[in-house]
């Protein structure tokens, strides 16, 4: 078996967080700021984030994120091969993981309105699909 080439690894964690990056603020700035306001006022979420460094915390978060997909990617195409496919489908299943049954359950129980989980799913799943096809992208052996 191949050894994982850690500095494309690296790179393609590096890159895929940026895309990520870009479309969690999309998701969170442009989608749903005015959600966001709406249940703040309405008393559902707080009006201001319980950590004051949460916007860093987070965006740490999608970097380790990404990089364990970046290296999931290059651990698996030897089994499953390289390129796209394998990529999607590694975005795919940690994405799910991810994403789905926390905001499942703010969707059930929350009482905020249920777009916000919806795109907050979004926002872990697609982001996840992101990162890895760009991981994938960048990785050689």
Known sequence: MAAVNMRRVALGAVAGWVVWG?????VNVVILSAHYAEEAKDGH???????KLFILYWFIALFIISWILAWLYASVRATRGAGPKTALTVGLAVG?????????TNAAFAPFDRILPFWWMLDLW???ILATLVAGFLYRD
């Open 22 to 26: 870009i479309w969690s603020t999309i």
């Open 45 to 51: 979420i707080l009006t201001e984030a319980r950590y």
């Open 96 to 104: 799910f993981a991810i994403a789905f049954p926390v905001n499942l």
């Open 126 to 128: 697609v982001g996840s």
